[in-house]
């Protein structure tokens, strides 16, 4: 095949060629938006080759495939990315050079892929690109929304949701596959026999169906052929299902389908459309997998010998009902074989111990929505239940029930028809086994494992950081990229006086890019010279924005009361969404931004502290904090964060967790020891005693504690707002409906963990050392690590196999070692 990328001439005789076929024009005469369009034409068409050489030797060596199924696939931006990663970012950048175009300028025309919300969606893509750059056949399935969850905009001080139209110069990754368009069935009613040999039949009389049609998108590994697939699943009309008289109202319906992510549920109306989505892409992903793995092998006795499929949280539940329903109504096979089948083919991944995100369907909506469904559900908690009666467990059977409380339990139904259960960090698995599903892990001791999270190096050092990256590479070379545990040979170097200037050097030119970033879009002016600390994440109470900006409040209020007081000087940077009915977390935001203005406003206090929040976080936001931090804000309350994954991006960019014991950050401490971090505050066993006797008396804490008292007092004393009412949210969230996340409890031990930090801060060579012991300690925390747990541990994985001239035809370099090894 003619590679177009071998060379500078041939990319832009490629590109000019392109352009003219496609819009009628020459590239001079183009609009940026259609050169941005064909440059992301040509790269999706070479990654074609590999992904040709990719299914074509999966299919000749019949390799083990894996299906994630996540709601979320946070991509980010990918043209960067799948140029780096087939290595020829310089080939195009050079050549648009000569064109006179600036690579970067049409990289910002790529809007952010709004499919997902928030970390499950990040860890999903995450995953998408360590599978494929381990070699490993890994495919997502998804849902393509037309829109993400929202634009976020601050206007009044407040956070207004604006539609997120990432869509508008479409997607230039994508490709329609309509040929392989599934129906989907909804509602309706249900006619059942058994025969006269007793076997089951059922025929469904759906009210609903509409066609699900695939748009794929090349999922592009490091240095390799390997090209997986995400499957992402648009909803269109079923031209024979529409009723006369009814189209507008079916039209809307369909449309609805794949509108958004996490339409509000906060009406039964709301609650059906998740639960529609939740199937929607269930059926249409099973659907595929089975026709993909009967091309190949022609009977489904083997499906899990060479598939395997991982739900991410509980959303994709249903493909475990699904499944079966597909076994034994479409394939004829007996509840036990189908069983059997399903259990050995199907494993979960839980991601909280929030009961409200331990989703739950009224039995009532299944029922209706999905009759033949529910019935199986029915099926397999009563065999279920039979199970633990001849265990002798009855008394154990009610915490573990599928169906209770005219509820089905999504949580439940996975432990029961998977063969593994993994949490995503050391502290999340443990107290999935010892406490909310202790029940399970007795019943199934061998059923639940950890699997610790981790994020793809490639994107967030490599690619998102290069500046950073050529220093890593001038004193370690660039082994790290394929094998981040290398990085760990930085820490030969942490003592040189060298490195830590010239990192000092990085992390200022880092600071200025984002000082630039907020100057043009917020119109505020940052000191690079301050200490940047950045809190980033989805807006929740758990997560204890606000206790980081109740400390911001308490300095303020105090140098303004005693000019002598002074502290290192500091900019604080948040970015976050808050769900659009969650009242307690927008107001929280409402706070930040009115303190923010107020102390940016006041020369007194603002060359000591600015506060910068960012709206609409997202991926490339993110790669501009991340990349700028000194200190990193992991503060949830202990035992609330499954692992987090902010904390390891910040960390392997050379920032120091400031943070409780939860999630990865105990692992993280593990890493780089307790001199390299800043831990404070109440541990999950300190929050279980405070719980069980009762203990915690917010009214004593607020009127011991002058600092406290002061800075909740000044949310009703018109400090920050004219209206005294403005935050009693946030007033009687934490003195009427006593502090559920400890803000109060933890306060102070917040203070002195931030006035040690600032300590920290003024001795260079000790803030430096730990910065490099930071970056060299991260390897760990690389999803590489974590996929090749889940491929030897649960699925089974084996690496895709190529010749050498295969790697060759594909552009990838030929390590002769390797190929010897």
Not at 14 to 38: H, K, M, P, T
Not at 322 to 329: K, P
Not at 604 to 609: A, F
């Amino acid at each position: 095949m003619n590679n177009i990328f071998s060379s500078k001439e041939t990319f832009k005789e490629a590109l000019r060629a392109e352009v003219s076929a496609r819009f009628g024009r020459d590239l001079e005469d183009a609009y940026d938006e259609e050169r941005y369009l064909a440059l992301g034409a040509l790269i999706r068409d070479h990654a074609g080759n590999s992904w040709k050489l990719t299914k074509k030797s999966v299919r000749a060596n019949g390799t083990k495939q894996l299906y994630y199924f996540s709601m979320e696939f946070l991509m980010g931006r990918l043209m960067v990315n799948n140029l780096m990663n087939m290595g020829i970012y310089d080939v195009v950048r050079d050549g648009l050079a000569d064109l006179g175009l600036d690579i970067h300028n049409l990289e910002e025309l790529e809007c952010d892929a709004g499919l997902g919300n928030g970390g499950l969606g990040r860890l999903a893509a995450c995953f998408l690109d360590s599978l494929a750059s381990l070699n490993l056949a890994g495919n997502g399935n998804c849902i393509r929304y037309h829109y993400g969850l929202f634009k976020q905009e601050i206007v009044n001080d407040e956070q207004v949701e604006k539609p997120d139209c990432w869509l508008r110069l479409g997607n230039v990754w994508e490709v329609w596959k309509p040929q392989h368009a599934v129906q989907v069935k909804f509602g309706g009613t249900l006619d059942a026999y058994m025969d006269q040999f007793g076997h089951f039949h059922s025929h469904h009389n759906p009210a609903f169906v509409v066609r699900a049609v695939p748009y794929d998108v090349p999922i592009v590994g490091y240095n390799t052929p390997t090209t997986n697939t995400l499957r992402l699943w648009d909803a269109e009309v079923d031209e024979e299902s529409v009723q006369a008289g009814v189209l507008n109202k079916y039209l809307n319906d369909v449309q609805a389908l794949t509108a958004n992510v996490y339409p509000d549920d906060s009406t039964y109306e709301g609650k059906e459309l998740r639960l529609k989505q939740e199937y929607f892409f269930v059926c249409a992903g099973v659907d595929q997998l089975i026709h993909n793995h009967l091309r190949v092998y022609g009977s489904l006795d083997n499906l899990a010998e060479k598939t395997a499929i991982q739900l991410n949280d509980t959303h994709p539940v249903l493909v475990i009902p699904e499944l079966m329903r597909v076994l034994m109504d479409d394939y004829d096979y007996d509840w036990d074989q189908a069983w059997d089948i399903v259990t050995r083919t199907v494993a979960y991944t839980n991601h909280t111990i929030m009961a409200e995100a331990l989703e739950r369907w009224p039995q009532e909506m299944m029922r209706s929505l999905l009759p033949r469904v529910y019935m199986i559900i029915e099926e397999i908690e009563r065999r279920f239940h039979y199970e633990v009666q001849h265990a002798g467990k009855e008394h154990m059977f009610p915490a573990m029930s599928i169906l209770s409380n005219n509820q089905v339990n999504m949580a439940n139904l996975a432990v029961v028809g998977s063969h593994s259960v993994n949490g995503v960090a050391k502290i999340h698995s443990e107290i999935l086994i010892n406490d909310v599903m202790a029940s399970f892990a007795s019943f199934y001791p061998g059923r639940f494992n950890n699997k610790t999270n981790g994020v793809t190096h490639r994107r967030w050092l490599v690619y998102s950081n290069p500046q950073l990256t050529e220093l890593l590479k001038k004193y370690i070379g660039d082994s790290f990229i394929k094998h981040p545990e290398d990085l760990e040979k930085l820490m030969a170097y942490v003592d040189d006086p060298k490195l830590q200037e010239e990192f000092f050097e990085v992390k200022l030119e880092r600071k200025k890019i984002l000082a630039a970033y907020v100057k043009e879009h917020l119109g505020i002016e940052v000191d690079v010279n301050t200490i940047f600390d950045c809190q980033s994440k989805r807006l929740h109470a758990y997560k204890r924005q606000l206790m980081n900006i109740f400390h911001i409040m308490y300095l303020y209020l105090r140098m303004k009361q005693d000019p002598n007081y002074r502290i290192t000087p500091t900019t604080y940077f948040f970015s976050a969404k808050a769900a659009p009915g969650y009242a307690l977390a927008k107001e929280i935001i409402k706070l930040i931004v009115k303190v923010a203005n107020r102390i940016n406003g006041d020369p007194q206090v603002s060359q000591y502290m600015k506060v910068v929040f960012i709206p609409n976080y997202s991926v490339s936001i993110a790669e501009l904090l991340i990349n700028a931090a000194d200190v990193s804000e992991q503060i949830s309350t202990a035992g609330k964060e499954a692992s987090g994954t902010g904390n390891m991006k910040y960390m392997m960019n050379g920032a120091l967790t400031l943070g409780t014991l939860d999630g990865a950050n105990v692992e993280i401490v593990d890493c780089v020891g307790f001199e390299n971090a800043k831990i404070f505050g109440l541990k999950v066993e300190d929050i279980e005693c405070i719980r069980r006797e009762n203990s915690y008396d917010v009214w004593r804490i607020y009127h011991s504690n002058p600092k406290l008292r002061m800075v909740i007092d000044s949310l009703r004393n018109c400090t920050w707002s004219e209206n005294p009412n403005e935050f009693q949210l946030i007033f009687n969230d934490l003195m009427l409906h006593k502090d559920e996340f400890f803000v109060l409890a933890d306060f102070d031990a917040y203070l002195m963990a931030h006035a040690d930090v600032s300590a920290w801060y003024a001795d260079k060579p000790a803030w430096a050392r730990a910065m490099l012991v930071n970056i060299a300690k991260s390897g760990y925390f690389s999803s590489d690590r974590t996929i090749r747990e889940y491929a030897k541990e649960i699925w089974g994985l084996d690496e895709i196999k190529f010749t050498r001239q295969e790697r060759l035809e594909a552009g990838c370099t030929v390590d002769d070692e390797e190929d010897a090894a």
